[in-house]
């Protein structure tokens, strides 16, 4: 029984030698051929949308500073593109020589892909501004989160015609640790703001400088919006508030990445 226990003892042995070889010789072959890696499996197990990088990593903080030296604004553009009020910002922006940065709703950036490849070809960066705007993104499952960040960022980009998506702006500022290294991990930085201009609530044009006049020592970013509603006193108020910006020693670049 002993002979013939020692028999087996190495029958055995060499089959489960030949299986582990098998194994790591799949494994490798999985990692030169495109099959999946931990990572990947993970997200497919967890039941997320499977989006590689399109960019190389960036910086995971919120930036607010500017990539332009000395005593310098960034303007961000929020909530569109809209097909009346984008191209009226446009106007804008090119009249007084901005450059700015427009955070876009997925869906409507498919929706008018012409008003995207505007935005890109007018030289202004853009950011990804989740699918739904959910000012709650926060408190929603990482699995929400990857969807809402990873479609918009797809819908844009494919909407822009190969330009990429430089930022990423929770709605409502609803940043998560986990939101902020996804989209960095895809390319985007997390971008804040300093001054809200309140164009989206403010009831004139001189509400709308009032605010921004008082909150400018607060940093460099500013927002407006191009979407969500009437916006034509976000256009009036950019067109008086830029030259006077101007006027007070400033200029214009885009948030550091």
């Not at 961000?76 to 090119?94: A, F, Q, R, S, Y």
């Not at 450059?99 to 990804?128: S, T, W, Y």
């Not at 989209?183 to 809200?196: E, K, Q, T």
């Not at 004139?204 to 509603?229: K, Q, R, W, Y």
Request: contains cysteine; charged residues 20%; glycine residues 12%.
């Amino acid at each position: 029984m002993a002979r013939r226990f020692g028999i087996e003892g190495g029958i055995i042995g060499v089959v489960a030698a030949a299986v582990v070889s098998l194994g790591i010789v799949g494994a490798v072959c999985a990692g030169q051929f495109g099959g999946p890696d931990r990572a990947e499996a993970d997200t497919l197990n967890s039941g997320q949308t499977l989006h590689a990088p399109q960019n190389a990593p960036v910086d995971a903080s919120i930036v607010h500073a500017s990539d332009r030296p000395g005593r310098s604004l960034n303007i961000t553009i929020d909530d569109g593109p809209d097909p009346v009020w984008t191209p009226k910002v446009l106007e804008v922006l090119k009249k007084h020589d901005v450059k700015a940065v427009f955070c876009m709703i997925g869906p409507q950036a498919r929706a008018h892909p012409e008003l995207v490849k505007q935005v890109v070809a007018a030289g202004h960066k853009l950011c990804d501004h989740t699918v739904s705007h959910n000012t709650g993104m926060d408190h929603q499952p990482e699995s929400y989160q990857s969807q809402q960040i990873l479609d918009a960022q797809k819908m844009i980009e494919d909407a822009a015609g190969g330009a990429k998506v430089a930022y990423y702006r929770a709605p409502g500022g609803a940043f998560t640790p986990y939101s902020r290294k996804l989209a960095a991990g895809h390319g985007m930085r997390p971008l804040g703001w300093n001054v809200d201009s309140k164009d989206f609530e403010s009831g004139s044009v001189e509400a709308i400088e009032a605010t921004v006049h008082g909150e400018l020592t607060n940093g460099p970013t500013v927002l407006f919006h191009d979407g969500g509603g009437n916006r034509a006193l976000t256009v009036a108020s950019l067109d008086r508030l830029l030259p006077w910006m101007k006027q007070q020693g400033y200029g214009f670049g885009f948030p550091k990445r």
